[in-house]
Nanobody, 122 residues
Framework: QVQLVESGGGLVQAGGSLRLSCVAS????????MAWFRQAPGKEREFVST????????ATADSGKGRFTISRDNSQNTLYLQMTSLKSEDTAIYYC???????????????WGQGTQVTVSS
């Protein structure tokens, strides 16, 4: 079992930056690929970025390329998402997820956090 707790969301002006964190419980964090997804009001949950267990493989949705950077610190059981040049369309609840391998599909992940709200004002 893995429990995930996100933090770092908030209200930011367009063009600003935020760093999201996701802390995992347990000793098995390093066994899992991790990902960020987001869900805006009235929209389906969408893939943001994913990272393999050792950080060697990453992938980011086109909407975030050049602006979002995913990383992890296995010694701290923590996943990060550095977001820069934020836009109003980035407004959403951001979720972290853990699964057996990096994937763009939400169905590939077994564990989810409760989410953290990111609001970008224009």
């Amino acid at each position: 079992q893995v429990q995930l707790v996100e933090s770092g969301g908030g209200l930011v002006q367009a063009g600003g930056s935020l760093r999201l964190s996701c802390v995992a419980s347990g000793r098995t964090f390093r066994r899992y690929a991790m990902a960020w997804f987001r869900q805006a009001p009235g929209k389906e949950r969408e893939f943001v970025s994913t990272i393999s267990w050792n950080g060697a493989v990453t992938a980011t949705a086109d909407s975030g390329k050049g602006r979002f950077t995913i990383s992890r610190d296995n010694s701290q059981n923590t996943l990060y998402l550095q977001m820069t040049s934020l836009k109003s369309e980035d407004t959403a609840i951001y979720y972290c997820a853990a699964g057996p391998g990096p994937s763009r599909s939400a169905s590939a992940y077994n564990y989810w956090g409760q989410g953290t709200q990111v609001t970008v004002s224009s």
